[in-house]
């Protein structure tokens, strides 16, 4: 079942999800869906950010 869940996030290019969604606290099915989306944004950002950073040309004095 976690290889099909791998799989499928690939797919979707959900690129975290598969990563995350057994560590993510939740009472209802809702909440759960909304704390994984917002996760995966996250781990966007973070890896947007260092991406920027290491392309980023150093400056020359």
Known sequence: MKQDIKELCKSLRLAYVADVYEQIPFETPEQF???????????????????????KPEIKK
């Open 33 to 55: 869906l909304y704390r994984l989306l917002k996760e995966e944004i996250r781990l966007r950002e973070k890896a947007r950010a260092i991406r920027l950073i290491k392309s």
